[in-house]
C-alpha cells in the first residue's frame, strides 16, 4: 500500500470524555491550568482552581452536558469526528496522493500524541495544522500550538509543519456563514435582526495584543456585506464571560436583554466564532440567552447552526488545506 508523506491535523477545544462530575472535573482542571485561557499567577490561581472551581462548577457543567450529548458521545467530538470523515473521502477523491487526516484536541481526547501516531504510522513527514477556530486567539490558536510543540519533544525527528493562523475573512467562510444566514430566514419565512456572537475574552488580553476582537469584527462586517445589511440590522456582542474582571465588550447577555425596549423583538443568532457546535453554542445561548430574550419581551428567537459537517464548511476546509499544501504536491 502506497504511504501518505502529507498530512492534516485538526485541532479543536475538547471536552469531557462524558456527561458526568468526574470526567468534567478532569477536563476543567486541564483546561483552566493553560497559562493561555487563564494567564493569572499560579501561586494565586491554583488554589481558587483547586478548592473552588474544580469543587463547585464540575456538578453544575456535568448537568449542562448530560443537556446536549448525543448518542455517539459529546457534539463537539461526534460533529467534528463527522466533519473529518467527510473530509477524507473528499480528500480522496480529489488528489491523486493520498493525504491522511486526523482530527486530535487541544485538551482531552483524542490526544495530540494519539492523532500523532497515527499520521507517523501512515507515513507522514509533511502536517499541515489546521486549528478550527475560524478567528485568532492566543487562547484558542495559540494554546493548540503549545500543545502540539509540547507533545513534539520526545520525538526525535520531528515532521515539517505548515500551520495556518486562521480563515476569519476567507471568501468561502463568509460565504458560508452568509448562506447558513439565508437558509434561516427562508425557514422561519422572514429576515430578523442578526446577532453575531462570539465566545469572549479578557479585555487585557487584547491590550496585550492578541488580535481576536478585531479579527471578529472582521468576520461580522463582510458577513453583514454579503448579506448587504444596513448598520442598525445587525449587533456584534461577546458571550460567554468569566470572573469579574472586564471582557470585551457589548456583552452578549446584557445587549440581548434591552433589545426588545429599543423595537427588536425577533432575532436570529449566529455564533461565527465556533467551527463545530457545542456547550457554548447549544446550551448558552439557544437555551440561557434564548430564555432571556423572551423573558424581556422578545417574540422570536433562533439560533443560526454552526457550518458543523455542511457541505459549505467542506468546502471551505478543501480550499484551505488545498492552499496550504501546495507547495507540498
Known amino acids: 500500500m502506497k504511504k501518505n508523506n502529507i498530512g492534516v491535523l485538526m485541532m479543536n477545544l475538547g471536552t469531557p470524555d462524558a456527561p458526568e462530575t468526574g470526567a468534567v472535573r478532569r477536563y476543567l482542571r486541564e483546561f483552566l491550568s493553560d497559562r493561555r485561557v487563564v494567564d493569572l499567577t499560579p501561586l494565586l490561581w491554583k488554589p481558587i482552581l483547586n478548592l473552588i472551581i474544580l469543587t463547585i462548577r464540575p456538578p453544575k457543567v456535568s448537568k449542562v452536558y448530560q443537556q446536549v450529548w448525543m448518542d455517539d458521545g459529546s457534539p463537539l467530538l461526534v460533529l467534528s469526528q463527522r466533519l473529518k470523515d467527510k473530509l477524507k473521502i473528499q480528500l480522496t477523491e480529489e488528489f491523486p496522493m493520498p493525504i491522511a487526516i486526523e482530527l486530535a484536541m487541544t485538551y482531552g481526547n483524542p490526544s495530540v500524541e494519539k492523532a500523532a501516531q497515527s499520521l507517523r504510522e501512515q507515513g507522514v513527514n509533511k502536517i499541515l495544522v489546521l486549528p478550527m477556530y475560524p478567528q485568532f486567539s492566543s487562547t484558542t490558536t495559540a494554546a493548540a500550538y503549545d500543545r502540539l510543540m509540547r507533545s513534539l519533544k520526545s520525538c526525535p525527528h520531528w515532521p515539517e509543519l505548515h500551520l495556518l493562523e486562521d ?163
Request: with cysteine.
Open 167 to 329: 480563515y476569519a475573512d476567507h471568501p468561502l467562510y463568509i460565504t458560508a456563514l452568509a448562506n447558513s444566514v439565508k437558509a434561516q430566514w427562508e425557514l422561519q419565512g422572514e429576515r430578523r435582526h442578526l446577532v453575531f456572537s462570539y465566545h469572549g475574552i479578557p479585555k487585557r488580553y487584547v491590550g496585550k495584543g492578541d488580535p481576536y476582537q478585531r479579527r471578529c469584527e472582521l468576520t461580522s462586517r463582510l458577513v453583514a456585506e454579503e448579506l448587504e445589511l444596513d448598520d442598525q440590522d445587525w449587533t456584534h456582542v461577546y458571550q460567554s464571560r468569566f470572573g469579574r474582571e472586564e471582557w470585551l465588550k457589548p456583552y452578549a447577555d446584557e445587549t440581548l436583554r434591552a433589545m426588545p425596549e429599543m423595537g427588536i423583538k425577533k432575532i436570529n443568532v449566529i455564533s461565527p466564532a465556533f467551527s463545530i457546535d457545542c456547550i457554548e453554542t447549544l446550551e448558552e445561548i439557544t437555551l440561557e440567552l434564548g430564555d432571556e430574550f423572551k423573558q424581556h419581551g422578545g417574540v422570536a428567537f433562533d439560533y443560526i447552526p454552526a457550518l458543523n459537517d455542511s457541505s459549505d464548511q467542506i468546502a471551505l476546509y478543501m480550499s484551505l488545506i488545498e492552499e496550504h499544501i501546495k507547495n507540498w504536491t
